[in-house]
């Protein structure tokens, strides 16, 4: 197991697409900031309604519940997907899976290869944003670091979950295709559209409210405040039973 996790974290580093993908989240969060003051001081310029002054300081906490920048989320959902179905799009999985006592390992590899890949990700939007707000503006270290360290923790369980997801789509239902459209929809918030129309078909049949999204990995990720039980709850319901799925389904089928 300990090779099969190095090989996919080899695979991981050799990948076109994680670069690109990590090296636009990067641009992202370090513009983020510079950008945001130039556009504040363009509308100070037009309007005379715009009478109070940038920020001249942000708390770390800020950064850390929010460390991903616009589009920052799917870029690193986008990643996960090509990851993940590079190896049947390489034709290598069939000499991979067979020298495994189950095929299913392969799939667990990927998983805990993803833990490394998410992080790198949210540490390179950390460090995008830090240094690019520092251009405009001091970062204050206050009382709620902390809890922004708490919620960054939660979050990455929660996107653990999501990997997950993910994972069965692209690499048990060999829909890369699916995956890719998973990603745009929980990277861009617009599964609680579909949420909303699951929960009003629910509430029919059963005649009383229902709102599933309180129990989505995506959703509870957004929430603000973000509650410490729910949320692990949720990754770690999300996470086991959509990896328990992955590896039973891909151990029955054949690799082709």
Known sequence: MRNLIKMDLYRMGRSRTFWICLIITAVLALTGAP?????????ASLSSEVRE??????????ILRDPFPLAGFMLLLLSLCSFFHADMENGFIK???????????????????????NLIFVMTAIAGKVIGTLVVQRIVVNSGAADGIRVLLLKLLLIQGISAVLLLAVTT??????GMILAVLFGLGLTPLIYLGVNEALSTVFGKDVDISRYMADAVLRE????????????VVTGGLFLLLAIRIFDRKDVN
């Open 53 to 62: 002054a940038f920020p001249a300081e942000v708390d770390l906490s800020v």
């Open 173 to 178: 239902l060999r829909s890369k295709s699916l």
């Open 95 to 117: 000499n991979i899976a067979g020298q495994m006592p189950q095929k299913g390992y392969t799939v667990l590899s990927k998983f805990l290869a993803a833990i490394v890949h």
């Open 35 to 43: 950008i945001s003051k130039l556009l504040y001081n363009l509308a």
């Open 224 to 235: 603000n405040p973000l509650e410490t039980g729910r949320a692990i709850l949720t990754a």
